[in-house]
């Protein structure tokens, strides 16, 4: 499996390696050169905790995660493999420099979020989208896959979103199965955004994480500002697995990379135990928010006069996608929605949708704020559709 050669992964100098091993030994080191100004009685009151510089987050903090995703997820989790950092869009970012050189591609699936666009734009790497397919639900087009992959050589990683945004779709056993040979067949590394995982709409009995997997390296992002409800939570996770040897070089990547931002805060550190407690709570709120906005549009859409707006299957996340006839542009319908309404709306080629005719829709308002957005949208596509 290909490794960045763009970080500077070098073996450890003889001091430093001489150093280790004196402290291994439980031989404690002064420095005539350490400049943390913690280690010398000047950290302000307000942070009075001495700074210890881990790549990966604190131990302490590692190991308070993997011991509640642990009994979440009814699963063994080695704190060791967990790399704590601010956001899941930071740790897109690193795991595609620990992966990619400059002009090297990724895989991600669209529909999706235009995010991954953009941080590929900022890493200098390629993003190649491969189509999700709808036909009552939505799936991989696997064979399509296998062919990008033979036409771009330079491709590192695939990422899969599960659930993904804005289709609310998980991987489904089959296609599970098949990504994970193409990773092994074409020597890539998985990249598995979960962020939405627990809100389920519909449940799905096939659908399981891709955290933990064995057979391919493996990256798994989740964080705590979706299952918090609070995207200023700046808390991220990456979760390393797969064959011991490509993780091992795998994590000397993302240590390499973490070294250099150091981005987990003492502040947030103190704050994360709290965090952590909240999180039950929280998503059963969030859970409760959707489900109830999901019956509210399914009721709305068989009321509807004329019974032309659909809506597509989703089995997680807090967004679904409406489908309304091609005759109406999905441009004039928003612009049409701010002028009369009001009210913004996301046509579905913010998503890289094929075809002309959808929109997203976000499950959580509150309730009346919801139905009245609802009946707007309704009426406005009639309008439209009258004219």
């Known amino acids: 499996m290909h ?23 439980g031989i404690a080191l002064t420095s005539l050169n350490d400049s943390n100004p913690t280690h010398h009685g000047l950290a302000p009151c307000v ?29 063994d989790i080695d704190p060791e493999h967990l790399m704590i950092l601010d956001s ?21 699936p669209a529909p999706g979020y235009p995010l991954i666009d953009s941080i590929c734009a900022l890493q200098a790497v390629h993003n190649i989208q491969y189509r999700l397919c709808y036909d009552g639900s939505w799936y991989v087009d696997i064979a399509a896959l296998h062919q990008l992959c033979q036409e771009h050589p330079h491709i590192r990683a695939l990422i899969v979103v599960n659930p993904n945004n804005p289709t ?17 067949q074409y020597q890539l590394a998985l990249i598995a955004d979960e962020v939405f995982f627990d809100f389920t709409l519909q449940p799905l009995a096939s659908a399981r994480r891709f955290a933990g997997e064995q057979s391919v390296v493996t990256l798994a992002f989740d964080g705590l500002s979706k299952r918090l409800a609070a995207p200023h939570a700046k808390v991220g996770w990456i979760e390393l697995s797969g064959p011991e040897d490509q993780v ?70 807090w967004n679904v996608l409406l489908q309304f006839p091609s005759s109406i542009d999905e441009n004039e319908l928003a612009l049409r929605m701010l002028e009369q309404e009001h009210m913004l709306i996301q046509p579905g080629y913010f998503f890289d949708m094929t075809s002309n005719g959808f929109v997203a829709v976000s499950l959580l308002p509150e309730p009346d704020q919801f139905v009245h957005g609802i009946d707007c949208l309704l009426r406005t596509i009639d309008d439209m559709l009258n004219a």
């Not at 995660?65 to 699963?75: F, I, K, N, S, T």
């Open 47 to 75: 942070l009075p905790e001495q700074y210890s510089a881990n790549p990966r987050g604190s131990l302490t903090s590692r190991k308070l995660l993997a011991q509640v995703l642990a009994d979440e997820q009814h699963r």
């Open 248 to 317: 091992r070089r795998v994590q000397t990547m993302l240590d390499a990379v973490a070294d250099d931002y150091l981005p987990f805060s003492v502040l947030t550190e103190r704050a994360l135990p709290q965090l952590l407690d909240e999180l039950s709570s929280q998503q059963k709120k969030v859970h409760q928010r959707i489900t109830h906005n999901l019956e509210l549009l399914h009721a709305a859409l068989a009321h509807s006069d004329t019974a032309v707006v659909s809506l597509l299957r989703a089995e997680a996340g």
């Open 88 to 108: 899941t869009s930071q740790a897109y970012s690193w795991a595609i420099t620990a992966l990619c050189d400059p002009g090297d591609a990724v895989l991600s």
């Open 3 to 25: 490794i960045a050669s763009r970080i500077n992964s070098s073996h450890p100098n003889i001091i430093a390696n001489r150093a280790a091993q004196l402290r291994a030994q």
């Open 168 to 184: 609310g779709s998980y991987i489904h056993q089959s296609d599970r199965q098949a990504l994970l040979d193409l990773c092994r």
